[in-house]
């Protein structure tokens, strides 16, 4: 068993970006996390639009003001919670999306601890 946790450390360490790299690699990292920090926000105000137009329409259909028969009503009543559904559904995926990123932004960060250690490892070698 030790010989197998010891392959899967020298197969995990392997796939690291070099230490030479390090600014690049951290540079590299800063552009990522800013694309999907972007992504994210995009991705949230969707859903908030989505929640915007059922509460429009919920509100239309339910005012009395506007006479409208009771077809247009109901069809209304249906894409507010058409779009109320989509938008649980978007919400879902922004909340998925998010704990992604956050947990690829920690892996990150402990990769680039990784990649420290082992430059100032080398150094004082």
């Known amino acids: 068993m030790a010989q197998q946790s010891n392959n ?3 197969r995990l360490l392997a796939t690291l970006p070099h230490p030479e790299n390090l600014a ?3 540079e590299e990292t800063t552009m990522l ?3 999907h920090a972007r992504a994210l926000r995009w991705d949230y105000f969707t859903l908030n639009a989505f929640y915007f137009i059922a509460g429009i329409l919920l ?3 339910t005012a009395n003001y506007w006479h409208v028969d009771a077809i247009m009503r109901h069809s209304f009543q249906f894409g507010s919670a058409l779009m109320f559904f989509v938008g649980m559904i978007f919400e879902m995926r922004y ?3 998010d704990n992604q990123v956050a ?4 892996i990150k960060q402990v990769q680039l601890q990784i990649l420290e250690l082992q430059a100032s490892l080398r150094k004082d070698q």
Request: no cysteine; charged share 35%; hydrophobic share 40%.
């Open 103 to 106: 947990t690829l932004k920690e």
């Open 33 to 35: 996390m800013a694309k």
């Open 8 to 10: 899967l450390r020298e």
């Open 59 to 61: 509100f239309v259909s």
């Open 95 to 97: 909340r998925i999306y």
């Open 24 to 26: 690049a690699y951290r």
